[in-house]
C-alpha cells in the first residue's frame, strides 16, 4: 500500500526501528524491493536518484508508485539528493511527492533558502521532505565528493536548520560515507546523540552499505529511522549479470533477469532483517 514516507517513519520511531530505502534503477529493482519486503513483513522505500529519474522518467515514478500501491505491504517512493529544481519538478509533477532536497553543497544560508522552499512547495502537495546537512565523502551514481570536502553535521546548527526549513526528517554525516568503505567504518556516536537531543524529527543515515548489525543497532538507538542502501543492491544485481553473460553467450533474457531479482531481493530482505523492520508490516 502506498504510504506517505513521513508516516513511515514516525510509526519506525513508535516501533523502534528503521526502514530500508533500496535505489532502484528498473523493473527488476524494483520487483527485487517488494518481493523481499512482502516475504520479510516489513516496509520499506523504493527510492530513485536523480540519475535514475532522468533516465527512466515519468514511467519509472509510475512504476514505482503502482508497484507501491498494489502491495499489501506499506511501501513509499522517494527521490533522493536532490539539487536541482528541475528534477524535483520532474518528479512532482509525475506523482511523487517524498523529496530530497539536497542543498549540502551550498554555503549554509543558501541550504536554508533552498530547502524551505522545497519544503513549502512539497509540503503544499502534502508531502514529505528530508534535508542533508554537513556533506558525505564518497560516490553514489554521478555524485562523488572527495574526503577533504566532507563535513560532520553540528547539532546546534542542526537545530537551527530544522527549526528554519520545517523539514520532515534529516540526513547526518557522521563519518558515513557513499559507496564502498575503504577501510572499517567508524561512527561519530556521540555526535549522533547530541543532535537526536537537539531535534524532534526522525534521522536518516546515507551509506548503510557495509555497517555492522552493532552500527546499525546503535543508530537506531540514537533516533535513525531511515536507512539509505544503494551499493550492495546495485553490486548483486551486476554480480549476478555478468556470471549469466559469462555461462552462455546468448543467454535466456528472462532467465537471466530473473537471477538478478533474486540476487538483489537476498540483499534487501537481510537489510530489512538488519534494521529490525521485518514483521512491522
Known amino acids: 500500500m502506498l504510504t506517505p514516507t513521513k508516516t513511515m517513519l514516525h510509526m519506525a520511531r513508535d516501533g523502534g526501528y528503521a526502514v530500508g530505502a533500496f535505489n532502484v534503477y528498473n523493473l527488476e529493482g524494483v520487483l527485487a524491493v517488494v518481493a523481499a519486503a512482502e516475504d520479510e513483513f516489513g516496509p520499506a522505500i523504493l527510492q530513485l536518484h536523480p540519475e535514475a529519474l532522468r533516465h527512466g522518467g515519468k514511467p519509472l515514478v509510475e512504476m514505482c508508485l503502482a508497484a507501491a500501491r498494489n502491495s499489501f505491504i506499506p511501501m513509499s517512493v522517494h527521490l533522493d539528493h536532490s539539487a536541482s529544481d528541475e528534477d524535483i519538478r520532474l518528479a512532482l509533477d509525475a506523482g511523487l511527492v517524498s523529496i530530497m532536497a539536497d542543498g549540502s553543497s551550498m554555503a549554509y544560508d543558501d541550504n536554508v533558502a533552498f530547502t524551505g522552499g522545497v519544503t513549502a512547495l512539497v509540503h503544499s502537495k502534502d508531502g514529505t521532505v528530508e534535508a542533508e546537512l554537513g556533506r558525505l565523502a564518497g560516490t553514489e551514481d554521478d555524485l562523488t565528493v572527495p574526503e577533504n570536502l566532507a563535513k560532520l553535521t553540528d547539532p546546534d546548527q542542526a537545530a537551527d536548520f530544522v527549526d528554519r526549513t520545517g523539514i520532515d526528517a534529516l540526513a547526518v554525516c557522521i563519518g558515513n560515507v557513499h559507496g564502498t568503505y575503504s577501510g572499517e567504518p567508524v561512527l561519530d556516536f556521540p555526535r549522533l546523540q547530541a543532535i537526536e537531543a537537539r531535534i524532534d524529527i526522525p534521522l536518516v543515515l546515507h551509506g548503510a552499505s557495509g555497517l555492522s548489525q552493532e552500527m546499525?543497532?546503535?543508530?537506531?538507538?540514537?533516533?535513525?529511522?531511515?536507512?539509505?542502501?544503494?551499493?550492495?543492491v546495485r553490486q548483486a544485481y551486476m554480480s549476478s549479470l555478468t556470471a549469466r553473460l559469462g555461462e552462455s553467450p546468448q543467454p535466456d533474457l528472462s532467465s537471466v533477469m530473473g537471477s538478478a531479482v533474486d540476487a538483489m531481493k537476498s540483499v534487501v530482505a537481510s537489510k530489512i532483517r538488519l534494521f529490525g523492520t521485518s514483521g512491522k508490516g
Request: positive net charge.
Open 216 to 232: 546499525i543497532g546503535r543508530s537506531i538507538a540514537f533516533g535513525v529511522r531511515k536507512f539509505n542502501v544503494n551499493t550492495e
